[in-house]
């Protein structure tokens, strides 16, 4: 066989692996729904389900974009090609888990009293960012297709690039609304952040 029939034949391998493993990739980022449903239905989740609930799709909306975040750097650093097939079901899962949040505070915390949710997002500012988040994470969801990459050309990039300031913005809110002996786990995010943007820099200042 010649060199380039072998390359193919390992091309194509490699895009069936991709195909199969994609579905199991998906069910596996849906868990943590399921998880948190199981845990309510068994009462293990402690006294206030709707708060175990908000705080479980927050946390998950922000660990898929940082995870999003980290698919270059990992193709890369460990030369790993494979995962940017992944980029935008991590992306599409983090604008999922946000929207989820969203819901659950509106209709479960506030009761679907829609004049008291605009007040909360009015007068306490982590919410008032936290709905900036989300709606800044909506023209990204919905251009995350061929279609829209085609279209949009290098203004689809620029576009893309938000994801950062959207980041920042996500811990922010999660800082600011934690209680101040509670700051390690935002800090740990925030930290993770800082060396992802600083590898982001020193990446385009070296080109
Ligand atoms: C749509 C606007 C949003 C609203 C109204 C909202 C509201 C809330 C509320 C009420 C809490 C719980 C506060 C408490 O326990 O006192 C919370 C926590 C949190 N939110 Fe949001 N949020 C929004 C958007 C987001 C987004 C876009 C993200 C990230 C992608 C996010 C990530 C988090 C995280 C990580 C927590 C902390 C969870 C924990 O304490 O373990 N939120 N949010």
């Known amino acids: 066989m010649t060199a380039t029939a072998t390359d193919t034949n390992r091309v194509q391998r490699k895009f069936r692996w991709i195909k199969l493993f994609k579905p ?20 293990s989740v402690g006294p206030n389900p709707v708060e175990a609930l908000l705080h479980s799709s927050g946390e998950w909306g922000l660990r898929f974009l940082l995870l999003t975040l980290s698919v270059t750097p990992l193709q890369m650093i460990f030369k790993w090609g494979t995962i940017a097939k992944f980029r935008r079901m991590f992306g599409l899962y983090a604008f999922f888990y946000a929207l989820l949040h969203l819901t659950i505070w509106i209709v479960l915390d506030q009761g679907a009293d829609y004049a008291a949710a605009f007040s909360e997002i009015v007068e306490k500012k982590y919410i008032t960012v936290g709905i900036f988040v989300v709606l800044g994470m909506l023209p990204l969801a919905v251009t995350s297709n061929r279609w829209a990459i085609r279209r949009l050309g290098v203004r689809w990039k620029s576009l893309h690039r938000l994801i950062y300031p959207l980041s920042v913005l996500a811990i922010l809110h999660f800082l600011w609304q934690v209680r101040a002996n509670d700051v390690m786990e935002p800090a740990a995010y925030l930290v993770f952040l800082t ?7 020193a990446r385009v200042a070296g080109k």
């Open 24 to 43: 199991a990739v998906f069910i596996v980022c849906l868990l943590p729904v399921v998880a948190a449903v199981a845990g309510v239905a068994n009462n």
């Open 195 to 201: 060396v992802l943007l600083i590898w982001r820099f």
